[in-house]
């Protein structure tokens, strides 16, 4: 990479982090806190809150896409985080689950993802772009990691309240990483032709891509409707979860360099194909081990095979899209990409509270199984050429 594309990818990176550190900071402690609240003996209800902000990143990932193509990346990227910013403020607020859901919706309104991804495709050359992708998920995982361990003891200090203004905090430190650190956009992006939106939803190049990110989502969110009960079970408490979760994620990160070896070998195709079987493996496992008071290490080793498919996926995917969309539409294709993996934010929660509710733990594993085999079945021919139909 040159200096520029050092800059950009670290600074694009970095407000990713700050954005994802506080949603991630809420995911292991709010189905145990949420249930502390009125209404929060409802896990259908519970879940619903937990997702909801990924609904209203779906509804809009595209107008945001579209709108970074056309005013500019960084514009769209600072409104966005006021949004995130103003709706963390309403949840910390809240005195019910109910209002715990309408500052999730808030949340979910600062959709940068598709014009922070965009922007990194602009200022990088096709050759190094999968590895500043690459670098971007891995600053995903650290966050996650960092919130496992950080957490619980977080919550115990400042509460549910506190952690969402933590999150509205964060929000305004990534506006500043946005004009103070982030390179200027090219001149090029406010003047090539745009392509079309219906370009993108027809692509036969993406839509698996499209897909997968909704099921890997979909997943993520189901499991951590379930896990911290699980951790709990298993006699751990709260406060020492982040003992199972951090070795985990940790672990997973030294095999992801060798899976990445491979990519940079020609191995795209087989390192995705293979990225999906482990999260498959994951689900399965769960699936097998629910019913039986799983221990803390059997937890532990199920959480490292979904890490690194998780991770995997989350770096891999994103460059893909970038690569395979078409010109002039780069943001309204992440757009697309990520109304998908929202909608899976959403569809998880609200799937994960549902099943727990009505089939127990056993029945979220047996509904993430059978949607991580449809994808692998569905994104088995997956292509990975750059090369437009």
Not at 236 to 254: C, D, G, I, T
Request: hydrophobic share 60%.
């Amino acid at each position: 990479m040159t200096a520029a594309e050092r800059r950009a990818t670290q600074s694009l990176a970095a407000i990713f982090a700050l954005r994802m550190l506080g949603l991630f900071l809420v995911l292991p402690v709010f189905a145990i806190e949420a249930a502390r609240y009125p209404g929060g003996d409802d896990p259908a209800l519970v879940g619903l809150a937990m997702g909801l902000y990924g609904l209203t990143q779906a509804l809009m990932q595209v107008p945001l896409g579209l709108a970074s193509d056309r005013v500019g990346r960084k514009r769209v990227i600072v409104l966005g985080l006021l949004l995130f910013a103003l709706g963390s403020a309403v949840a910390a607020l809240a005195g019910s689950v109910q209002a715990l859901a309408v500052g999730r919706a808030l949340q979910g309104a600062g959709a940068v993802s598709a014009a922070v991804t965009a922007l990194l495709a602009d200022l990088t050359r096709d050759e190094v772009r999968t590895k500043g992708m690459a670098l971007v998920g891995a600053s995903i995982g650290l966050v996650f990691a960092v919130s496992l361990v950080a957490a619980p003891p977080l919550v115990g200090w400042l509460g549910l309240p506190g952690l969402f203004w933590l999150t509205a905090l964060l929000a305004l430190a990534g506006i500043a990483v946005v004009l103070r650190w982030t390179p200027a956009e090219p001149a090029r992006h406010t003047g090539e032709p745009r392509g079309r939106l219906a370009e993108v939803w027809r692509h036969p190049l993406l839509w698996r891509l499209d897909l997968g990110v909704f099921v890997l989502h979909t997943v993520q969110m189901a499991m951590w409707v379930v896990v911290p009960g699980l951790l709990l079970q298993a006699g751990l408490p709260r406060s020492a979860h982040w003992q199972v979760y951090l070795p985990a994620v940790l672990a997973s990160f030294a095999l992801m360099g060798g899976l990445f070896a491979l990519e940079r070998r020609g191995h795209l195709r087989a390192v995705l194909r293979g990225a999906i079987a482990l999260l498959g493996l994951a689900q399965l496992a769960l699936l097998g081990l629910a019913p039986q008071a799983p221990g803390a290490w059997a937890l532990g080793v199920v959480l490292f095979v979904f890490f690194v498919a998780f991770n995997v996926l989350e770096a891999s995917q994103p460059s893909l899209i970038s690569r395979l969309a078409p010109p002039g539409a780069r943001g309204a294709a992440l757009g697309v990409y990520n109304t998908l993996q929202s909608l899976g934010l959403f569809a998880g929660g609200a799937l994960g509270g549902w099943m727990l509710k009505h089939g127990g733990a056993p029945g979220v594993f047996a509904a993430t199984t059978l949607l991580v085999a449809l994808w692998l079945l569905l994104g088995w021919v997956q292509q990975v050429s750059a090369a437009k139909p």
